[in-house]
């Protein structure tokens, strides 16, 4: 369902993401770790169209984000860091405008609409203008619009910023639903014990490279520690003398 190739994304003479491969199937929820300054918002900016990688090719559903964009946007839901909406528009006028966007024909799109206002507990606002809304309200309503043509791919950055522990479990409940009924779920995020929870794979990125690539069990072994959590997995492989030693033993081969 997603396929990095090669990916490499520079900034000049800085190199934001090194050669990226990763492949991610049907029905997987993959979590991108890593500090800040890693990689993983380019490689998620790559991922859904809004920037071009420099080298290498990154697919969803088979199709090329540079060549084929349409087809693969068609194919992409997305729920960035941080919500972007219209003032002026209501919860209900935003989403009929992202269904009017898709091509979804208006007796769908108001079944559709009803859908996700009754699934995020939207009724309360959905007609209120959105300048009205806290930060929380904000986030489900983007999430509602990103799971509006029902897309085969979902793509969240940070997803659970402002939103209130009732609107978190919506979020779990959904994404646990949707990735045994076949669709693919990348997430990114700070938030370890989401994605110890959550992933079905997790990726770790350090300066661009993807450092890791598994479960946490896989992760304990490749670490040769039995027991001890996400956490202090994650700080010791993204420590800076782990990645120093990394360095210098790659560059003794």
Not at 71 to 77: D, E, T
Not at 148 to 156: G, K, M, Q, R, T
Request: hydrophobic content about 40%; glycine content about 8%.
């Amino acid at each position: 369902m997603i396929e990095f190739g090669h990916v490499t994304r520079r900034y000049g003479e800085k190199t934001a993401v090194d050669d990226l491969s990763l492949a991610i199937p049907r029905g997987e929820l993959f979590a991108l770790l890593g500090p800040n300054g890693a990689g993983k918002t380019t490689t998620i900016k790559m991922l859904v169209g809004l920037l071009r990688p420099s080298h290498g090719h990154v697919r969803v559903c088979g199709h090329d984000l540079v060549t084929d964009s349409r087809a693969a946007h068609m194919h992409l839901g997305y729920v960035p860091d941080e919500p972007c909406l219209y003032d002026k528009l209501t919860a209900r006028e935003f989403l009929r405008f992202i269904a009017d966007m898709y091509g979804i024909p208006r007796h769908l799109a108001a079944k559709r609409i009803d859908r996700e206002i009754e699934c995020f507990e939207l009724q309360e606002f959905a007609d209120d203008l959105a300048e009205n809304y806290s930060l929380g309200m904000k986030q489900r309503l983007v999430f509602a619009a990103a799971f509006i043509h029902d897309p085969d791919v979902i793509v969240l950055d940070e997803p659970m910023v402002g939103l209130d522990p009732r609107s978190v479990r919506i979020v779990k409940d959904l994404l646990k639903a949707r990735t045994a009924e076949g669709m693919t779920v990348f997430m990114s995020t700070h938030t370890l014990a989401m994605a110890e929870e959550m992933a079905d794979r997790m990726g770790i990125m350090v300066r661009g490279r993807l450092r890791f690539l598994g479960t946490v069990a896989e992760l304990r072994e490749q670490m040769a520690i039995e027991s001890t959590s996400l956490e202090h997995l994650y700080l010791e492989l993204t420590s800076s003398r782990t990645t120093l030693r990394e360095t210098t033993l790659a560059g003794d081969e």
